[in-house]
């Protein structure tokens, strides 16, 4: 098949190809500013490095957007076994659980199917759950860490502790909701606790955590490869840049972000071969809830209409095949059999849609998205591996997978910006209500309704706690 921007992709390939920027500038993010973790200093300060590096590349329109959100100051977490035997495990808090000290029974609930809260909800009622960060066996969606957590304290529990599933890599962290306190830790200490109730029957724990939970500001960073033409239409690209606080956040999510920037610079090097804008974005505070991209959907709320497809980058350089995965859009499936003949590239793509990322409030707009990856390895994954512990660092991530990464998805956007003949159907506000539902995410949101209903009858409620209950949904 005959390849009509010959010259622009080889143009692209070349500067990608011979240049090392987007690993250079994975260091700088990681090494530099840290996990850049919504409130922290590194934050702000990558944020102002991102729009500096993206100036320093020619793209003069490059700038951050701020907004308010609730934010979260770790502190020291301990965890204690009082009976049968006294020992203290390591352990880390979980974002946004609250300060406190709660003891009592622990109660393992493995993988924490969703039936089994109910059916051991005596048991939990005034204790505390362990749950495993598997997603259970048998079930046709995924099992967010939140739910678990939330359909745990529905339950009656006062202390929740989060084990993760994969050995050697030590306490998994990742975002709960203010209610009680809430920790993680290793795969082998979970085993141990397990061990010691199946041969001990009852085990008595105590949890101590000193978070606070505090309002801050976060940011977008936000810039265009302008079009040559006079249409209103543009097209999105996007990553989240922040990590959790406890690591470098390399691969999920900065290799993602760095990606973004790497796409920006080559694609203002062929911004005379581009019909319609193109606007890349660093999408802040995706770890605690998809404040980042919720924040910029309502502030950029009358140019939804004009964005013809969304891409979502997250952990952009993860290994495998650098394809797409689409977000409930079969018309576009013979676009994409076009453009992977026409470019010569080997862009695998698929059928899938998660709210757990920032191309979610895009898709309740209404507006046809996508995400990067390799539809088998997602089709075989058990889970985020090193994600979310300190050893997500810079080492992790090799240039060849940010090379391809940069290549395959800049040359896809010239490609959806170009077409005069655009497959994508917009869903209506109906379609999308009915998709949640069958998916079963209308119960997720259902469920924080439910808790925050049931929080309200307790006769003391935690000022942050209280905050929580007045705030719109985290889902």
Not at 52 to 61: A, C, D, P, Q, T
Not at 458 to 473: G, N, V
């Amino acid at each position: 098949m005959e390849n009509p921007y010959l010259d622009v992709d080889k143009k692209v390939l070349s500067e990608i190809y011979t240049s090392s920027e987007p690993l250079d500038n994975l260091t700088i993010l990681c090494d530099v500013y840290g996990s850049r973790f919504a409130g922290t200093p590194g934050d702000k300060d990558s944020v102002e490095w991102m729009v500096k590096k993206l100036k320093e590349y020619g793209i003069e329109n490059a700038h951050y957007e701020n907004y308010q959100m609730p934010g979260w100051i770790r502190g020291p977490a301990k965890l204690e076994i009082i009976s049968p035997l006294e020992r203290q495990l390591e352990c880390i808090s979980l974002p946004f659980g609250i300060g406190g000290e709660v003891e009592g029974k622990l109660v393992d609930l493995g993988d924490g199917n969703v039936d089994i809260y109910e059916k051991r909800r005596d048991e939990i009622n005034e204790n505390i759950v362990m749950v495993s960060s598997r997603n259970p066996i048998g079930l046709n969606r995924h099992l967010h860490r939140r739910e678990k957590y939330i359909r745990s304290v529905l339950a009656g529990a006062k202390g929740w502790i989060f084990v993760n599933q994969y050995p050697a890599y030590g306490p998994q962290t990742g975002g709960v909701s203010p209610i009680i306190p809430a920790i993680s830790i290793s795969y082998e200490d979970g085993c141990f606790l397990s061990r010691l109730i199946e041969r001990e029957k009852i085990v008595k724990v105590r949890i101590t955590t000193t978070d606070k939970n505090i309002d801050i500001t976060s940011f977008n960073v936000v810039c265009d490869i302008p079009g040559t033409s006079d249409s209103k239409e543009y097209v999105l690209a996007g990553s989240h840049y922040d990590g959790h606080d406890i690591s470098q956040g390399a691969l999920d999510p900065a290799s993602g972000a760095v990606t973004i920037i790497e796409m920006a610079r080559v694609l203002n090097m062929v911004k005379d071969k581009i019909k319609r804008r193109i606007r890349l974005v660093c999408f802040g505070a995706e770890e605690v809830g998809l404040l980042g991209s919720y924040n910029y959907v309502e502030q950029h709320s009358s140019e939804m209409e004009d964005l013809r497809f969304m891409l979502n980058l997250d952990s952009a350089a993860r290994s495998g095949k650098k394809g797409i995965i689409l977000h409930d859009h079969p018309e576009l499936e013979t676009f994409m059999d076009r453009i992977a003949k026409e470019m010569k590239a080997d862009i695998p793509y698929f059928q899938r849609v998660s709210p757990y990322s920032d191309h979610w409030p895009f898709f309740l707009k209404g507006v046809p998205c996508g995400s990067g990856g390799d539809p088998e390895e997602i089709r075989t994954s058990t889970g985020r591996g090193y994600g979310h512990t300190k050893f997500d660092t810079v080492d992790k991530v090799e240039l060849s997978h940010l090379r391809e990464a940069a290549a395959n998805y800049a040359r896809f956007l010239i490609r959806v910006a170009n077409t005069d003949e655009w497959p994508a159907r917009r869903k209506t506000q109906q379609e999308i209500n009915e998709f949640v539902k069958k998916q079963g995410y209308d119960e997720t949101v259902a469920l924080e309704t439910r808790v925050k209903n049931y929080v309200r009858t307790w006769e003391k409620i935690p000022p942050e706690t209280k905050a929580w209950l007045e705030r719109k949904s985290d889902w």
